[in-house]
């Protein structure tokens, strides 16, 4: 069982940037795909982006496609989500997990809160 730990949210005004971190231990990594889900309140838990492991290709939401990228950092078993551009509405707790097609499949970290105000 694949365990995250998310960190690096925050309140930022609108326009700006913030970079997540998801610290992953557990089972092995490398044939797995790791990614990212936000939840706003009031809101569904959605996809927000995800990468391979073994060849770090790289999946977007439309929401955040050309503002969000993400990767990973194979010696530190770390997932990044460097956010820029932020806006009001990517407003949301962030959460990072194992993904298969573009559905969690794994245990759920903490999240971490980040706020945009406009």
């Known amino acids: 069982q694949v365990q995250p730990v998310e960190s690096g949210g925050g309140l930022v005004q609108a326009g700006g940037s913030l970079r997540l971190s998801c610290a992953a231990s557990g089972r092995t990594l490398w044939n797995y795909a790791m990614g990212w889900f936000r939840q706003a309140p009031g809101k569904e838990r959605e996809f927000v982006a995800a990468i391979t492991w073994k060849f770090g290709s790289t999946d977007y939401a439309d929401s955040v496609k050309g503002r969000f990228t993400i990767s990973r950092d194979s010696a530190r078993n770390t997932v990044y989500l460097q956010m820029n551009s932020l806006k009001p509405e990517d407003t949301a707790v962030y959460y990072c997990?194992?993904?298969?097609?573009?559905?969690?499949?794994?245990?759920w970290g903490q999240g971490t809160q980040v706020t945009v105000s406009s």
């Open positions: 997990n194992v993904v298969v097609g573009r559905r969690p499949s794994g245990s």
